[in-house]
């Protein structure tokens, strides 16, 4: 069965930084596509960021130019650093394997002064 447990997150200032982690277990980690969606209250789950097992990574349009997605495949971990922070991006951010359709427990991140 595969988990996937996210860290990070927390309370931050407009224009701050922020980095999630998700270390994945119960997988072929370095095989499958990793992503990273988020949920605002009464909003849909949207995409924020993916990457392939070979460092290919998209974004949502939203995030571009601000968020950065990467992975350590020995570590089965997935990152999403967070920079220059909106409080438009204040959601709970999701770790998801697309292969297997698993996500993690989510996590609150809040931009607010």
């Known amino acids: 069965q595969v988990q996937l447990v996210e860290s990070g997150g927390g309370l931050v200032r407009p224009g701050g930084s922020t980095t999630l982690s998700c270390v994945a277990s119960?997988?072929?980690?370095?095989?499958?596509?990793m992503g990273w969606y988020r949920q605002a209250p009464g909003k849909p789950r949207e995409l924020v960021a993916n990457?392939?097992?070979?460092?290919?990574?998209t974004y949502a349009p939203a995030v571009t130019g601000r968020f950065t997605i990467t992975r350590e495949n020995n570590k089965r971990t997935a990152y999403l650093q967070m920079n220059d922070l909106k409080p438009e991006d204040t959601a709970v951010y999701y770790c998801?394997?697309?292969?297997?359709?698993?996500w993690g427990q989510g996590i609150q991140v809040t931009v607010s002064a």
């Open positions: 990457i392939t097992p070979r460092f290919l990574a």
């Open positions: 119960g997988t072929t980690f370095n095989y499958y596509i």
């Open positions: 998801h394997e697309e292969y297997s359709r698993s």
